[in-house]
């Protein structure tokens, strides 16, 4: 097979738990063909298991070997390059359970390091324990910086506003295990297994999706059913390819 996909998810074959059905469309035709492809999110609120649960209940037939998402990637490097970490973390169930399934211990005391994700009870409290344990030596990691991410009312705040608050009363800048940097997609290309020159990163948002196949050296697809529309391009983005929706793309990839 001579191409192969990483695929965002949130505003590319869903927004919010709705399918977009040119996605889900396009994400059957690779299973139909036995096209390599992986799902890389920087959503860390839910598990690989649940992102898989989800995805099948919008009508993609996938398991675990296709998702890979930031709290994963997160989980992963703490447990390889800090086995006795002890882990203040803020984020939804899913972020601990993914962080507790790597061995990652977590704690709200004397922490090494600070992991921050989105957290739907994110509190004045919450950034004060962290903002604490950065100031006295933690190491601070985001799992990723989206400022905002779409829902069916337009944009809302994502995990980089929460970050930001953070970093904003620390003077520290986290590591980011998420698109656009080099974590996500190392680890997502080392997976998929397939010549880098094979792969195509499709997704929704130049910040992190397009910037990021950028900086990993590989090709690109904008698909404008998300964040990004016509109107807010600015003509010099580095994609290789902008459609307005996955109908337009064969299995086969493009041309």
């Known amino acids: 097979m001579d191409v192969g996909y ?17 996605g889900v469309s396009f994400v059957r ?50 447990a390889e390059t800090a086995p006795d970490a002890r882990v203040y973390a803020i984020g939804e169930q899913g972020l601990r359970d993914t962080l507790a399934s790597k061995g990652v211990k977590l704690t709200d ?23 604490r344990a950065v100031r006295e030596g933690a ?8 400022r905002t991410f779409p829902s069916a009312e337009g944009l809302i705040p994502g ?14 800048t986290p590591m980011s295990m998420g698109k656009p940097f080099a974590p ?18 499709i997704g929704d948002r130049i910040d992190t999706d397009i910037n990021g196949a950028r900086d990993a050296g590989i090709r690109s697809i904008l698909v404008l059913s998300g964040v990004t529309t016509r109107e807010t391009l600015q003509g010099d ?13 064969s299995w086969r990839g493009p041309g």
């Open 109 to 131: 005391d004397d922490p090494t390091h600070v992991v921050v994700a989105l957290d739907w009870s994110f509190s004045y409290d919450k950034m004060r324990r962290a903002t």
């Open 139 to 146: 190491m601070f990691i985001a799992t990723n910086i989206d």
């Open 29 to 78: 035709s690779l299973l139909d063909h036995g096209v390599p492809f992986l799902f890389i999110t920087n959503n860390a609120t839910r598990t690989v298991g649940e992102n898989v649960s989800l995805l099948r209940r919008l009508g993609m037939p996938i398991g675990p070997e296709h998702v890979v998402t930031s709290g994963l990637v997160t989980a992963e490097h703490i």
């Open 159 to 172: 995990a980089g506003a929460l970050v930001a608050s953070i970093e904003a009363a620390t003077d520290v």
């Open 237 to 249: 983005e580095p994609y290789d390819l902008c459609i307005d929706s996955l109908d337009e793309l």
């Open 184 to 201: 996500i997609f190392s680890y997502s290309l080392s997976r998929l297994g397939i010549p880098r020159e094979s792969v195509y990163m």
């Open 6 to 22: 990483l695929i965002d998810i949130d505003g590319v074959v869903k927004i919010e738990d709705e399918p977009i059905p040119s």
